[in-house]
């Protein structure tokens, strides 16, 4: 007896397989280590989750992927929500991702904003205990690690900005277990030196977990306790840390902390000419107001109509023959001695009128001269200052002390043999010239 068989394509069968799959599991979370990631052009994303024991193709479509804020890399390890499906047109098992993040990253997320409250709780993170940071630093702390591409950034931005500008690196490992002791540390030593005017604090970018150490406690109190202005730059624009938070200023990258350490030369000596400048005029108008006071002065009605103080005692002289008939009751004696009396306070009123406006105008004359000679004394004084620090930070001034420096006829500072080539003109900088010479040998 025969009976009736069913047949089913290969598609039908493989239908059914991903239809009992996806089924029966539904949607898990998987842990593993991303391998073989090829970001299609269309947005998607394949890619083989693995562990120690075994592996399985995935897919993630670009609709799910856009929320997703780090780009996949093989050897990242991750969580994804997914779920279980077949591919029919090959018959390959495969997880549909829906959801993916760094693995760890949610528990270090938790401990980031508990340590980032209780610290903000305790004030580390006031804006009243930030400090601003100097004018011109004399030389500038940082803590990296020597071998970054941070510390390049910093120096490169740092001597293109103020080429003499000091810069001191203390070497730190920026990742790692107990890598935070040794940031907190070189913190502390900086603050310790007295020659170190501002520091940096950072690293390059990186995941969470590479940037971990930053968010430690031990770093953000020795970045709070210290008395230099710290600068953090951690990572990049979008990475925030504790360390951000407890700094006095934060810079998006190590570049731009370089650029907050210090302003370009070019900006200080433009602004030492205008004070220059603005102290010239300022002498001119000052001459020119003590100039007007002392013509006022001496054009004065003492000077101009001395017959003023004539003609006022002349009225006491009338006033005084008014009286005369009773100066003739009096007797010869009486009315010689009354008129010598007169005639010694008038003529006292008037020696003393004349002294005390020759006076008031030589006292006058004296206080505009003597503060003339102080505003000048303090004016020349300022400029001076000023001209001798601009002279301290000119670059050329090294070569008074027989440095010399040395260029490419392009003007590019030579500051390796890497690139120089036999035959290849340079120019020498000296104190007193310059020699321009041709390479004839390179050790």
């Known amino acids: 007896m025969s009976t009736e068989r069913k047949i089913y394509s290969v598609a039908e069968v493989n239908r059914k397989a991903r239809m009992v799959l996806e089924g029966a599991l539904g949607e898990l979370w998987v ?35 856009a929320s997703v804020t780090f780009k996949p890399k093989d050897g990242l390890k991750v969580q994804m929500l997914a779920r279980p499906s077949l591919y029919e ?66 120096i490169n931005v740092l001597t293109r900005r103020f080429p003499n500008i000091g810069i001191l690196l203390i070497p730190a490992k920026v990742q790692g277990a107990g890598a935070e002791q040794g940031i907190a540390k070189a913190i502390d030593y900086l603050n310790t030196r007295g020659d170190i005017d501002v520091m940096i604090v950072g690293r390059g970018g990186g995941s969470i977990e590479d940037l971990w150490n930053f968010n430690e406690e031990v770093v953000a109190r020795a970045i709070a306790r210290s008395e230099i202005p710290v600068i953090s730059a951690v990572g990049h624009e979008i990475d925030f840390t504790i360390a951000d938070f407890a700094a006095d200023v934060r810079a998006p990258t190590p570049s731009a902390a370089a650029e907050l350490a210090v302003r370009e030369m070019g900006s200080f000596v433009a602004e030492i000419s205008l004070y220059e400048r603005r102290l010239n005029q300022s002498l001119k108008t000052l001459a020119q107001d003590f100039r007007l006071r002392l013509n006022r002065a ?18 006491m002289v009338n006033s005084l023959g008014a009286r005369l008939p009773q100066l003739l009751e009096m007797s010869a004696t009486d009315r010689r001695q009354r008129l010598e009396r ?39 004084q300022t400029l001076q200052r000023l001209k001798s620090q601009l002279r301290m930070l000119n670059p050329l001034a090294v070569l008074g002390r027989g440095y010399s420096l040395t260029r490419r006829p392009d003007g590019t500072v030579v500051r390796s043999v890497a690139g120089l080539e036999k035959g290849e003109p340079i120019i020498t900088q000296l104190a007193d010239g310059k ?9």
């Open 89 to 154: 047109a090959n018959g390959r098992y495969q997880l549909i991702a829906s959801e993916m993040e760094e693995a760890g990253k949610g528990n270090l997320q938790e401990q980031f904003e508990k340590l980032k409250a209780k610290l903000a709780e305790e004030g580390l993170f006031d804006e009243a205990r930030k400090k601003p940071l100097p004018v011109l630093p004399r030389k500038i702390g940082v803590v990296t690690s020597p071998t970054g591409a941070a510390i390049r950034d910093i």
């Open 342 to 380: 007169s005639e010694t306070k008038m003529a006292h009123l008037l020696q003393s009128g004349v002294q005390q406006a020759h006076q008031h105008v030589d006292e006058l004359g004296m206080a505009m001269r003597h503060q003339m000679e102080r505003k000048t004394e303090s004016d020349r």
């Open 298 to 315: 001496a054009h004065s009605y003492v000077f101009r109509e001395p017959s003023v103080l004539v003609n006022r005692y002349r009225v």
């Open 435 to 443: 020699v321009v010479s041709n390479i004839s040998e390179i050790e």
């Open 31 to 65: 842990e593993g280590e991303l391998s073989r990631v090829v970001v299609h052009g269309s947005g998607h994303w394949y890619f083989t989750i693995k562990d120690e024991q075994a592996s399985v193709s995935c897919a993630m479509f670009s609709r799910d992927n």
